[in-house]
């Protein structure tokens, strides 16, 4: 089981940047797909982006494709989501999550392929 803990959101204005982080542990050296995904309120989950662990190019929801950008600290087995300039539209909790799965730049699993979850972290977008 991969453990995940998501941290760095909070208020922001809109028109500000947002830098999430998700300390992810327990995966060892298995190849997963970690990602990001958001849930705005009244809407469904959405993922945002993610990258395989054995290796590849990053995926990026095509709605959300160059608003987003995903890194990651191999040395700290962290994941990092960066978005500037944002919408008071895109307030939602931001959730990492992993997968005993393979996604690509060009291929994402469904949701139900991610096992792990962390508890998600709430940005609020004001006007």
């Known amino acids: 089981q991969v453990q995940l803990a998501e941290s760095g959101g909070g208020s922001v204005q809109a028109g500000g940047s947002l830098r999430l982080s998700c300390a992810a542990s327990?995966?060892?050296?298995?190849?997963?797909?970690l990602g990001w995904f958001r849930q705005a309120p009244g809407k469904e989950r959405e993922g945002v982006t993610g990258f395989y662990t054995g290796g590849g190019s990053t995926y990026y929801t095509d709605s959300l494709k160059g608003r987003f950008t995903y890194s990651q600290d191999n040395a700290k087995n962290t994941l990092y989501l960066q978005r500037n300039s944002l919408k008071p539209e895109e307030t939602a909790v931001y959730y990492c999550a992993a997968g005993d799965t393979y996604c690509s730049g060009t291929y994402w699993p469904p949701e139900a392929d991610f096992e792990d979850w962390g508890q998600g972290t709430l940005v609020t977008v004001s006007s």
């Open positions: 327990g995966y060892g050296y298995s190849t997963i797909c």
